[in-house]
């Protein structure tokens, strides 16, 4: 029993938890669209676009601005220093392209310090490999893989702790529904008992629900989750969703005002999360082909 409340009689000033917290749940600054929201662990993010709207590449600009150091060798870059676990159910993510944005933010805080134009070629090589061994990948060929991973992803995280020193910052999925298509295929399939659930989409999106909803129970994380949609008005620009009220609320914050968002949500995924007392509060964000552009290479 003296044990279980030993922690109350430990003294800490508010200097000290302040310093703490600050520690072990930094904030990050992160890029458009994102930045519209006040994002802290814990928080899902949903990004939906259609193909060509650039959400593997938001994706990536959040990643490098986790996984770059605060200050190093005295130049300032204003990261967190701190590891990414990217999972990648499209399968056809480029590390050429994290490797090139990552080269082109460290060679151009280096001018900014220098003050002149030096060679493009020229960075830090040590930082862009301490970089690179921050951003953890793993790639899933279908949805049973995907769950195989989220269940196992307790035992790698705190691996993953232990060798980094800090723990994992953010989990990202690209895309949340890749494999959409594939279970809906899915023949009915019941097991002959009512304590089972028949094998179905919706058995699938709610495990996969529940994983993520322990997971982020052991290790809280800022999950962000790319989604592909169709959209209805391919005039539209940019939408930004935040999930405040009981229900989901779809409401786009906008110059002319609340809008029903143009696209049409063809995954359950955002249900079964709004109906989870775990999602409850949480935040989407969709983006079109003009927030792809807002965010520079």
Known sequence: MASAFSWIKVDETAKAALAR????????????????LALRVGNVVEIVGPSPSAKTLILIQTAINCILPKEWKGVQYG?????????????????????RALERRVT??????????GNENEYDKELFVACMNRFLYTRCYNSFEFLATLKTLPYRLQKEKEKQGSAVYMLMIDSIGAFYWM????????TGSNIRKSLSLQTVVESIVQEIQ????????????A???????????????????????????DSGGPKKPSYRDYMPWGKQASDSPFFYDRMAVATTEVLGQICSK
């Open 108 to 117: 151009g805080a280096n001018r900014v310090r220098s003050g002149v134009k």
């Open 21 to 36: 917290i600050l520690t072990e749940r930094p904030s990050v600054v992160l890029p458009p669209p994102l930045h519209r």
């Open 214 to 225: 322990r997971l982020l129970l052991v290790h809280p994380m800022l999950v962000l989750a």
């Open 183 to 190: 279970d809906r295929a899915l023949p009915s399939s019941s």
């Open 227 to 253: 989604k592909s949609a169709a959209f209805g008005d391919k005039q539209s620009t940019s939408h930004v969703i935040r999930n405040s009220g009981k229900r989901f609320d779809e409401k786009v914050l």
């Open 79 to 99: 990261g967190l220093e701190r590891p990414v676990l990217f999972v990648d159910l499209d399968c056809r993510f480029d590390v050429l392209s994290l490797s």
